[in-house]
């Protein structure tokens, strides 16, 4: 695992999400209360795209898939309780560095 550059830091600001690309694997980047946040931005139900979700509807670090409202947990990628039809999703750690959002991942 090696941390990659995946964002500008211009790219988001509080409550924002943006979807970014690595390889055949999607991100997602959530920022709140000034702290980024990385996810797998597809909703193991149906694979459904979670940057087309809600940020902070049910908290502020929950986004809520755009299909059947599954929320996830940005801080961590657990499904919460009530979700019992997802599973968790895969979260990345994340380094604010002076010329952008870098995410560890694989490759």
């Known amino acids: 695992m090696a941390f990659v550059k995946l964002a500008e830091t211009s790219e988001l600001s509080d409550g924002q999400m943006v979807m970014k690309e690595h390889g055949e694997r999607e991100i997602l980047l959530a920022q709140v209360e ?6 797998d931005n597809v909703c193991p139900h149906q694979d459904a795209p979670l940057d087309e979700g809600t940020l902070g509807d049910r908290s502020a670090f929950h ?3 755009p299909w059947h409202d599954a ?4 801080r961590n990628g657990k499904v919460a309780q009530e979700t019992d ?3 968790d999703i895969a979260s990345f ?5 002076e ?3 870098y995410v560890e991942v694989d490759g």
């Open 34 to 39: 000034g702290k980024v946040y990385a996810i």
């Open 71 to 74: 929320h996830f947990d940005i």
């Open 99 to 101: 010329d952008g959002i």
């Open 93 to 97: 750690k994340v380094e604010m560095r």
């Open 85 to 87: 039809w997802a599973e």
């Open 63 to 65: 986004v809520t898939c």
